[in-house]
Nanobody, 125 residues
Framework: QVQLVESGGGLVQAGGSLRLSCAAS????????MGWFRQAPGKERELVAG????????YYVDSVKGRFGISRDNAKNTVTLQMNSLKPEDTAVYYC??????????????????WGQGTQVTVSS
């Protein structure tokens, strides 16, 4: 079993930055693909950014390209999402997720077995 704990969410003004961290425990995630999802009220959960186990492949949804950056530190069992130039439409609960089956990034939430509890990000205009 893998436990994922997110941190770093909060309230920020438009144009500001936040750094989300995901700490894994229970098992090493160095062979897992990892993703950051978000879900706003009334909307489906979507993959915002993903990273393969080796960091050789990354994915970003179009709406965050150029603003967000995903990285991982396998030695520390952590994954980070740096969010810059935040917009009100980035407001959502952000979840860290782990996929132990694929080396590349899957886009569907159904492909991820392990989930954190989520952290709220609110961007005011």
């Amino acid at each position: 079993q893998v436990q994922l704990v997110e941190s770093g969410g909060g309230l920020v003004q438009a144009g500001g930055s936040l750094r989300l961290s995901c700490a894994a425990s229970g098992r090493t995630i160095d062979r897992f693909a990892m993703g950051w999802f978000r879900q706003a009220p009334g909307k489906e959960r979507e993959l915002v950014a993903g990273i393969s186990w080796s960091s050789s492949n990354t994915y970003y949804v179009d709406s965050v390209k150029g603003r967000f950056g995903i990285s991982r530190d396998n030695a520390k069992n952590t994954v980070t999402l740096q969010m810059n130039s935040l917009k009100p439409e980035d407001t959502a609960v952000y979840y860290c997720a782990a996929d132990s089956w694929r080396s590349t990034v899957a886009r569907s939430p159904a492909e991820y077995e392990y989930w954190g509890q989520g952290t709220q990000v609110t961007v005011s205009s």
